[in-house]
Structures are given as structure tokens and as C-alpha cells.
């Protein structure tokens, strides 16, 4: 069994859960069927295990590092690039115009979940690219999707995304990044059609840019947001800009540098692999996307993506975690059963003891719902309608902070069960570790997230997305059977309550005050909703598989799910202790 991530779990989850063959019925993907389906998801499996697993540590150990002139990267990660670029992995969920075969995204996830867990570091660079890639096609010019998008896909660019700056990071209407425009609005032209003038001098500093600097591609493309002199403060006054590390010419050529230079590398606990660049932009060539005033909205395009990405890692990263747990729990003997009068009888397997039994099935439910919970999201867009997006869009908050937070608990426990061995390097648990801990921080902390949920998403459209949440939620619970369906629909009830107790009076000091607690309850709910429908997508199969989905439906619901009541209390209370301490009495 592969200790990168579950094929029997992923295919439940498409086939008999999701449902994802029923989606070749639609235009879009018409041409595929189960069997493309599997192939690219083999395909996956086979590369992430051949060539990015096996240098996951060593990308760790010897990170990237900088002489000043040059970065260093381990040429394992290059050989991995190239195996996954000749894939057509890249390019599998783009429309076909441009190279693509037009994969849902839901199996292009699941696809990508391999690479993730296999290799965080490594595959951050398609991840972004990827990501980049789609943000430009949809909102690109033709000239820049011939530019940039074309050899994004083909594997010769990476891309990234340069939002935070030192002293704007989740506050990105305090971005100072300048951009001024560089023509006189007449050229350039591209194969005689005159093309506006999109072209601006780029000036400021980005902080935090993950692949913002390296030599595993013939070229980057940044896209920068950055303020238009004279336009307004604030976050409506951010364009949107790519500035390549290099010109590229008309033709496609890779010319001279740019005005984009590696202040430094950052030194981070863990996703080692992936550079993350302090950059300096001085007078750098950039070239507006779209219209001067709607960057973050096209931004918002690739961080809802990222979003659901950096979910998706934090399931990646806890699963293997788990995998390796479980592997490690049924081969270690130590100690013996509660009650064995014999000490000279063999000691038992870790994975008898009750204790580790706790750390493994609440794992298991953590990382299996959490999977369950990107997939969902990730087919919502795969099926784009009013509903489905305004479902989409309250569950973005809880796709990215709840994987963060539970599937880093699961790593948290695979380190417990190795015990003493799990705290040092010589096992690769304290690397998932470390690794997993980034993603409650970037792409909008996870108090961020809560701030977004609760302060947005939930009353957005007078709750609209709440309500239909809810009535997903109820649905699912009213058919399960009743001593697990009842606690989700009183769950869902009390959700419905608090928020409306919460934001009654219309302070938001006050219903803000303990956003964090909100989303755990919310995120718990939509765990356990996840779970009764796993459950009765197992229905009475029989076999190991099933009964451990079960199993885990029935240990979140009755484990899990009652950590929401104490959390609901104290949102009921609407208790400000946190808004009324003073910053002396800290300390
Ligand atoms: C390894 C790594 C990779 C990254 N990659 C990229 C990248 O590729 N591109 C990019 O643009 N950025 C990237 N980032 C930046 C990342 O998105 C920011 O670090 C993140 O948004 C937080 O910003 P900050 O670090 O400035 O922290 P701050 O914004 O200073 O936050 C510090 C703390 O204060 C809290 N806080 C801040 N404001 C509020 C508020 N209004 N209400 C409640 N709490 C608040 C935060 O939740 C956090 O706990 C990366 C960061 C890291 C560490």
C-alpha cells in the first residue's frame, strides 16, 4: 500500500461518492470518460512516487540557497519538473485552444494531491504556475496568452503570484507597490494589430514570493499587484501587472533581464523546497491585465484557487502522515494490553493500544473528511451555476483554514505515534510537520479566513450562502440514519441561531470578536455533513474498506461533532473579553 496517499480512498471518493463519470454527460467533458479519468490519475501516482517522493527529504536537508548571483536547487527538482511537464499534467484541466484536454478539476485535484503529498516542496512550482496560467487565460489579452500563458503550459515558464509586501500582508489594501505607464498608448503592436498600451514601469518590494526565484525555468511570470500613480488607496486602487524575470520578445524569444532582482531568500521551518523570495522591483517592464482598478479582483481568481490549493495540501500533507502513522503503528511492539498478566509474553503492536487507536481514527477522519471536502469544492466549479458558486464561495473560508488546522493535528499525532522516533529527522513525520504548519499562514491567515467567513460569506446576499449551506447540510442529515443524522441537524440549527445572534444589533466588533471559534463550529459542521454523506455513499457495501468508513462517519459525529457546542455557547454569549482586554494586562 502506497504511503503517499490512498488510491482506493480517491476513487471512492470520485466514483462512488462524487459521482465524477456523470460529469462527461456535460459538453465540456465530453471527451473523457473512467477510463481517462484513471489514466491520469495512475499517471500521477506513478510519477509522484518515481520522481518527487524520493528526493522529499533531500529537498528538506539542502534547501535552496543563494550566492548572491545565483540560487542553488537540488537537480532532482528540475528532472522532477520535467517528468510531470511531459505528463501533460499541466496543461490536462485547460480548454483545449490551448493544449489542454479539458480534465474536470475535480480529478485534476486529486491528480495533483499525489504530488502534493509526495513532495510539498517540488510541486508548489506547477501549483503556481498552473494557477497563473488560468488567471491570465481568463483575463489575459491574446497577446499575453500567447506570451505567457502558452509556455506556462508547455512547461518553459513558471509563474507566481507577488501580493504581500513587508508591511502588507494580510492587509493588502496597504500594498505600495507603484506602477506608472511607460508609452504614449500607440505601440506596441504584435503581427501588425495595434495593441493598447499596456505597458508601465513597476517600482516596490514583494515579500514572501514562493518561486519567486530560481533557474528551473527559461523565464518567471510575476504577476504583481501594484498601485497606478493617482490611483485611489485602498484595495481599489490595485492593478493588476505581469513583470517577466526577463523580456520576452514578439516572437516569443527569452531576452535581457528584467527589472526584477533577488533581494534574498527566506529561510522557512518547512516547504523548504519551494524558494521564497524577497523581490525588488526597480522601473521593471510590466504590462497591465484587464483595467487599472480591478487587480484584486482578478487576483481573487488565483487566490480562491490557491485556496482550495493550500486546503488540498494540508489533506496531502496530513494523509501521508496518517499513511505513515498507521504503517509505523502496526510494526512497532511496545508494551501490552491493559489486563495481560504475563511480562514475558511478546510485547504488542502499537496499534492495539486504545490511545493510539484515538490519534489513528481521529486522523483518519480528520484526513478523509478534509479530502472529501476539497473534492467537493473542487467539482462545484466543474459544475459552475448561481448555487453551486454561491455554495463554492461560503465554503472557500473552511476549505482552506480546516484542512489547515485539523490535518496538521493529524501530522501532529503521526509524530505522537512514533513516539521518541517521530521527533527526530531520521523519520519523515516531523517534515510533514513542518511542513503542514505553513498552510494555516499563507493565502490569508486562517483568523483571516474566519474574519471572511463570518464577517462576509455568511451575511453576503442577507445569507443567501448560509441558508443554502444549511439546507444542504439538513438534506443530507434528515436521510441518515437518526442517531447520526439528529446531532448535524441540531448542529445546523444552532449555526443558524448563533449567526443571526451574533450579528444581531449589527456590531461587528461584537460578532467578530470570536470569529476563530466560529469557523472551527462551521467547519466541524461541514466535516460531520461530509461524513453522513460519505456514509451513505457506503451504504451496506461490505468489506474493511466500507467499515471504516463507517467507522469514522460514526467517530467524527459522536468525537467530534460535540466540540461545537461549548464554541456555540460562547459565540451565543457574545463575549467580548478579547475585544475589551488591554494590551498591559498581556504582560
Ligand atoms: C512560506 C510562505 C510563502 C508565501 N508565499 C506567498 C506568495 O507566493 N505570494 C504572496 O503574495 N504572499 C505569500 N506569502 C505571504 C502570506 O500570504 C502572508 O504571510 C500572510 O498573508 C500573512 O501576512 P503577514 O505575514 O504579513 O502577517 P500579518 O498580516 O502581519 O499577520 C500577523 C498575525 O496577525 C493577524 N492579523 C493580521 N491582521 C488581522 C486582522 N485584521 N484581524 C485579525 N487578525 C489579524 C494574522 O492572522 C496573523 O496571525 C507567503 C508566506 C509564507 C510564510
Redesign the pocket.
Given at each position: 500500500m502506497s504511503r503517499i496517499l490512498s488510491r482506493r480512498d480517491l476513487d471512492f471518493l470520485l466514483y462512488e461518492w462524487l459521482d465524477v463519470e456523470a460529469l462527461t454527460a456535460r459538453e465540456r467533458f465530453a471527451e473523457h470518460s473512467r477510463e481517462t479519468f484513471d489514466a491520469f490519475l495512475d499517471l500521477s501516482a506513478l510519477i509522484a512516487e518515481r520522481d518527487f517522493a524520493p528526493h522529499n527529504r533531500r529537498n528538506d536537508l539542502e534547501e535552496p540557497s543563494f550566492d548572491g548571483e545565483r540560487v542553488h536547487i537540488i537537480p532532482e527538482v528540475a528532472a522532477a519538473l520535467a517528468a510531470f511537464n511531459e505528463s501533460g499534467l499541466i496543461s490536462a484541466a485547460m480548454d483545449e485552444e490551448l493544449g489542454g484536454t479539458q480534465l474536470p478539476l475535480v480529478v485534476a485535484r486529486a491528480c495533483f494531491l499525489w504530488f502534493q503529498a509526495a513532495n510539498i516542496g517540488t510541486s508548489s512550482y506547477p501549483m503556481?504556475t498552473m494557477a497563473n496560467a488560468h488567471l491570465l487565460a481568463t483575463h489575459g489579452t491574446p497577446e499575453q496568452i500567447e506570451t505567457y500563458v502558452k509556455p506556462m503550459l508547455a512547461g518553459r515558464f513558471t509563474g507566481?503570484?507577488?501580493?504581500?509586501?513587508?508591511?502588507?500582508?494580510?492587509?493588502l489594501s496597504d500594498v505600495l507597490t507603484r506602477a506608472v505607464p511607460a508609452g504614449d498608448g500607440t505601440e506596441p503592436t504584435r503581427g501588425g494589430k495595434p495593441m493598447p498600451n499596456r505597458e508601465y514601469r513597476v517600482t516596490g518590494s514583494?515579500?514572501?514570493?514562493?518561486?519567486?526565484d530560481h533557474e528551473l525555468s527559461e523565464t518567471i511570470v510575476h504577476l504583481v499587484?501594484a498601485r497606478v500613480a493617482g490611483a485611489a488607496s485602498g484595495v481599489k486602487g490595485l492593478s493588476l501587472f505581469i513583470v517577466p524575470k526577463h523580456l520576452v520578445g514578439p516572437d516569443g524569444t527569452v531576452g535581457a533581464r528584467n527589472g526584477v532582482a533577488l533581494a534574498g531568500l527566506?529561510h522557512?521551518m518547512?516547504?523548504r523546497g519551494?524558494t521564497?523570495a524577497v523581490l525588488s522591483f526597480e522601473d521593471a517592464t510590466g504590462y497591465l491585465v484587464g483595467a487599472e482598478g480591478n487587480g484584486l479582483a482578478y487576483m481573487f481568481l488565483m487566490m480562491n484557487e490557491?485556496r482550495i490549493g493550500v486546503g488540498a495540501g494540508a489533506v496531502a500533507l496530513g494523509y501521508t502522515g496518517y499513511l505513515h502513522a498507521l504503517d509505523y503503528a502496526r510494526e512497532r511492539r511496545q508494551g501490552r494490553p491493559v489486563g495481560a498478566k504475563d511480562p514475558a509474553a511478546p510485547p504488542a503492536p502499537i496499534v492495539d493500544h486504545p490511545d493510539v487507536r484515538r490519534m489513528l481514527l481521529a486522523s483518519k477522519a480528520y484526513v478523509e473528511g478534509g479530502l472529501a471536502l476539497v473534492l467537493f469544492a473542487a467539482k462545484l466549479l466543474d459544475e459552475p451555476s448561481a448555487e453551486n458558486d454561491l455554495l463554492l464561495d461560503v465554503l472557500t473560508p473552511i476549505v482552506k483554514a480546516w484542512p489547515s488546522q485539523w490535518c496538521r493535528l493529524a501530522d501532529d499525532h503521526a509524530i505522537q505515534i512514533h513516539g521518541g522516533y517521530g521527533y527526530t529527522r531520521e523519520y519523515p513525520v516531523e517534515q510533514f510537520y513542518r511542513d503542514n504548519r505553513?498552510n494555516s499562514?499563507?493565502?490569508?491567515?486562517?483568523?483571516?479566513q474566519?474574519?471572511d467567513l463570518l464577517g462576509r460569506k455568511v451575511v453576503m446576499r442577507d445569507g443567501a450562502g448560509l441558508a443554502l449551506l444549511l439546507s444542504r447540510v439538513r438534506e443530507t442529515a434528515a436521510a441518515a440514519p437518526a442517531d447520526l443524522g439528529e446531532p448535524v441537524l441540531a448542529a445546523a440549527d444552532r449555526l443558524a441561531r448563533t449567526t443571526a445572534k451574533l450579528w444581531a444589533g449589527g456590531d461587528a466588533t461584537v460578532a467578530?470578536a470570536n470569529?476563530t471559534a466560529y469557523l472551527d463550529a462551521a467547519g466541524h459542521l461541514v466535516i460531520a455533513w461530509l461524513w453522513l454523506s460519505q456514509l451513505a455513499a457506503a451504504g451496506d457495501k461490505s468489506g474493511d474498506f466500507y467499515e471504516g468508513k463507517r467507522l469514522a462517519a460514526r467517530y467524527f459525529i459522536t468525537h467530534e461533532l460535540p466540540r461545537t457546542g461549548p464554541l456555540f455557547d460562547l459565540l451565543d454569549s457574545r463575549d467580548t473579553l478579547l475585544v475589551d482586554l488591554q494590551d498591559a494586562w498581556l504582560g
Open positions: 503556481l507566481t503570484m507577488c501580493l504581500s509586501e513587508p508591511q502588507a500582508g494580510s492587509s514583494k515579500m514572501w514570493i514562493s518561486g519567486g499587484l527566506n522557512k518547512g516547504y519551494t521564497n490557491a505553513l499562514i499563507h493565502e490569508g491567515t486562517d483568523g483571516i474566519a474574519l467578530l470569529a
